[in-house]
């Protein structure tokens, strides 16, 4: 999306439970905010991680701090499900968007990903030349699913809608990119670093005791199964002593017995 994803961010600003990443068009543009030094409170330090840019972002610059970014991520989170939001604000020739995403380079993005072999959520978001929106949605649905989808619209009750060329993707607009070449690669560099140096992974379930949800995770269910198996155990065997102390009790009171009659 063109816009910082802000309202998400904040959602999730003072936990390491889940991490968030943004990469927007900042400086003067809505909503203002998504700078790199921003990146989370308390115990979400380095856990909101946004990517600040410029106009003009083309395929080839987007995919070189997309899949680095993601790929640390993947590997020191180790999230359990992915979130997408695919915004078509930044594919070029938006109406608001500055951006100059090609469609296929918008949905590389979301192979790239789908590759992790992670449960994933792909979300809309803005666009505001509606006759694209449609277009990068129905290819990316395509890219989700394993469906390659002709390039030739077929006639529908909205064809005409689709003119003049009445295909899938578009020609790119000649806007010049102005994020440098050294601006991506140091603030990747950065970024990678922050993401490589957190904790790992927290390992425990949130249950929450809601419906649907387990109030105590499986795992010390199983150690309490266990612990009672051997109080179990333990119950059997003080019972069986005590019955042999008893009966030896008795033995002995009937040999007394036999005593003291004879």
């Excluded at 690669?185 to 957190?198: A, C, K, N, P, Y």
């Amino acid at each position: 999306d063109i816009h910082h994803g802000d309202g998400v961010e904040e959602a999730f600003y003072s936990t390491n439970r889940v991490m968030t990443a943004s990469f927007h068009k900042f400086g003067d543009y809505f909503p203002g905010t998504g700078d790199v030094r921003d990146k989370g409170y308390g115990e979400g330090v380095n856990y909101a991680i946004n990517f600040p840019l410029k106009d003009g972002m083309d395929d080839a610059s987007y995919h070189s701090i997309f899949k680095p970014v993601v790929s640390a991520i993947m590997e020191c989170f180790r999230p359990g499900a992915v979130v997408m939001q695919c915004g078509a604000d930044s594919l070029s020739g938006d109406r608001l968007g500055v951006f100059n995403l090609s469609f296929k380079g918008h949905a590389e993005c979301v192979k790239f990903v789908r590759s992790f072999n992670i449960p994933m959520l792909v979300l809309g978001g803005g666009g505001y030349t509606l006759r694209n929106v449609p277009r990068c949605w129905t290819y990316e649905t395509g890219i989700l699913i394993g469906e390659e989808i002709d390039d030739m619209l077929p006639y529908n009750d909205y064809f005409d809608y689709f003119g003049p060329d009445y295909r899938l993707h578009l020609p790119l607009t000649n806007i010049d990119n102005s994020n440098s070449k050294k601006y991506l690669e140091d603030t990747t560099r950065h970024i990678v670093g922050l993401i490589r140096g957190l904790e790992g992974v927290p390992g425990t379930e949130i249950c929450t005791g809601q419906p649907g949800t387990k109030q105590v995770p499986p795992s010390f269910m199983e150690i309490d199964d266990d612990e009672d198996d051997e109080d179990d155990m333990s119950n059997s065997k003080d019972d069986e002593d005590e019955r042999e102390v008893q009966n030896g009790k008795l033995s002995f009171q009937e040999e007394n017995n036999n005593s003291l009659s004879s």
